[in-house]
């Protein structure tokens, strides 16, 4: 019994820091943006961390098989990925990490929520309409809104932000199609197929400044590629598998505080209270609107 809590200790620890992990990538892309463009950051994040879950998924035991519904859907969703890391890199290039690693993060559930709702496949009741307008409250929060300067407001990397949140919904909603093949192995294909068809299509490595890669520019795209990515995903499909997704969820809540706070410590940004305010409230509606339960009872 002490061994089981132990271990699930252990892996709630593992849990954070993957949560971590994916806050402080946002600091990462800030400061590579001043090394390379967005499609050089992919291939580099991308084709690394694919090749670094090779070892991970047979050590594993995965097979590396996949049937030709999740290939063409991994080719699909490759091409929106690489969309979402553009505005992304874009957005954060152009405003504060700490912005984009609240905004972003919070508005994917809620976005993901709202389509599935147009779809049909999500109902929308009183509950979910409060949650919702709990959001939006929480979003126009982090903006500012009160100031009534629209040019402040409508700034594009504040529009990169919205549409980086769209497209990673709508990734989110077309990879749980995904049901022959484990979420790691697709997530390795995903990688894969990404890194290729943007090496084909928007990289040229002739062009890239080799000699400016300095030993910041190396450390980032590791903790991007290997903590952010490799380390990350890793941890939380395993915490899917072994502990549910339901427990798994509410770490995802640790995301945007600690892009904000690292953000603050590593980049110098201010931490903007109203930036925390909004994170508050649109973590709310999405704790309503995924019925997520933070603190649960535990069974004698």
């Not at 976005?111 to 409060?130: D, K, S």
């Not at 709508?170 to 990404?194: C, D, E, M, N, Q």
Request: with cysteine; charged share 15%.
């Amino acid at each position: 019994m002490n061994q089981k809590i132990g271990d699930k200790n252990l892996f709630y620890l593992l849990l954070f820091l993957a949560m971590v992990a994916w806050g402080g990538s946002w600091v990462n892309v800030k400061v590579l943006s001043g090394y390379i463009d967005a499609f050089e950051m992919i291939f580099f994040r991308f084709g690394i961390t694919a090749i670094t879950m090779i070892p991970l998924i047979w050590k594993m035991g995965y097979s590396f098989k996949i049937d030709k519904k999740s290939l063409g859907l991994a080719f699909l969703v490759a091409v929106i990925l690489i969309l979402y890391n553009r505005y992304y890199f874009l957005g954060t290039k152009l405003g504060t990490a700490s912005l984009g690693g609240a905004m972003v993060t919070t508005l994917i559930p809620i976005l993901t929520f709202v389509i599935l709702a147009i779809l049909g496949a999500r109902r929308v009741g009183v509950r979910e309409g409060i949650a919702l307008c709990l959001g939006a409250v929480g979003v126009l929060t982090m903006l500012h809104v009160w100031r009534f300067d629209w040019e402040k407001i409508a700034v594009i990397h504040n529009l990169y932000f919205l549409l980086a949140a769209i497209l990673w919904a709508l990734l989110t909603i077309l990879s749980a199609k995904s049901t022959r093949v484990s979420p790691l192995v697709f997530t390795f294909y995903l990688y894969g197929i990404t890194t290729i068809l943007d090496g084909l299509f928007w990289v040229e490595l002739g062009t890239i400044s080799w000699e400016r890669l300095d030993a910041i520019f190396w450390l980032n795209i590791a903790l991007i590629s290997l903590a952010a990515s490799t380390f990350a995903n890793t941890i939380y499909f395993l915490g899917i598998e072994k502990l549910g997704a339901a427990e798994v969820s509410s770490f995802v809540f640790f995301v945007p505080f600690s892009a904000i706070l690292l953000s603050a410590i590593f980049l110098g940004e201010e931490i903007d209270l109203f930036i925390v305010l909004g994170t508050i409230l649109t973590l709310g509606a999405v704790k309503i609107l995924n019925n997520i339960r933070l603190f649960r009872r535990k069974h004698a």
